[in-house]
């Protein structure tokens, strides 16, 4: 079943700009993690935040969780044309590594 | 290190034919996924490997799908015989050995499926 669900499904900015993205999920996990998608190609992984820590940063990414709300976000700042892609949130529940995905937000950033 | 590959990126078949995709996953990850992806909508999962057993296949749709993965080392994916909702891309990801947890995924480029 859907795990993580990304919010909003579409968002397009300037370039510059900061990119808010958002992700609620339904169950306990073990930890949390952003992908990223550039069209025709595979995901891959931008950030992985633990269920104990509650802000991650890495480069011009940062990842928050509230594991109370069951939520997450990812804020990219400083947006370039190159961060056009689709991100996606998923979520491992039982320490076992299977990871769920949602339906992803589709991020445009014009030049 | 080589990534996740994937084979075929595209095909084409008709309605109650058969498919096999195949999935090689990086050197040494004894976790390898199958997951879906139809018209935009969620990245489904499919069913998880850890080396040659099925950790779990909770999200294979119906019997038409049947994954192997025979010696721990590539996957096959075959829909037999296919449907026209069966179409879609199919991603294929491996991360480290099993029960390592927090260990990201990286996937391969995915294979396009359309049933006609």
């Known amino acids: 079943s859907q795990q993580g669900e990304e919010d909003p499904q579409a968002l397009s900015i300037q370039e510059g700009e900061n990119a808010t993205m958002n992700c609620s999920y339904k169950?306990?996990?073990?930890?949390l993690q952003w992908y990223r998608q550039n069209s025709g190609r595979g995901l891959v992984h931008l950030i992985l935040?633990?269920?104990?820590?509650r802000e991650k940063h890495s480069g011009r990414l940062r990842v928050t969780l509230d594991t109370s709300k069951k939520s997450s976000s990812l804020l990219i700042t400083a947006s370039r044309a190159a961060d056009t892609a689709s991100y996606f949130c998923?979520?491992?529940?039982?320490?076992?590594?299977?990871?769920?995905f949602g339906a992803g937000t589709r991020l445009t950033v014009k030049p | 290190e080589a990534g996740v590959t994937q084979f075929p990126s595209h095909s084409v078949i008709e309605k109650g034919q058969t498919v096999t995709l195949r999935c090689d996953p990086i050197s040494g990850h004894d976790n390898l996924y199958w997951y879906r992806r139809v018209m935009g909508k969620e990245i489904k999962f499919l069913l998880h490997f850890v080396k040659e057993s099925k950790q779990d296949e909770s999200g294979m749709p119906n019997n038409r799908f049947l994954a192997e993965r025979t010696g721990g080392t590539y996957s096959t994916l075959k829909v037999q015989p296919a449907e026209l909702e069966d179409s879609g891309v199919y991603f294929c990801?491996?991360?480290?050995?099993?029960?390592?947890?927090?260990?990201?995924?990286?996937f391969g480029n995915g294979t396009r499926l359309t049933v006609t």
């Open positions: 935040i633990r269920s104990n820590e």
């Open positions: 998923a979520t491992d529940r039982g320490g076992n590594n299977d990871m769920r």
């Open positions: 990801a491996s991360s480290r050995r099993g029960g390592y947890t927090n260990s990201p995924l990286h």
């Open positions: 169950t306990s996990i073990n930890n």
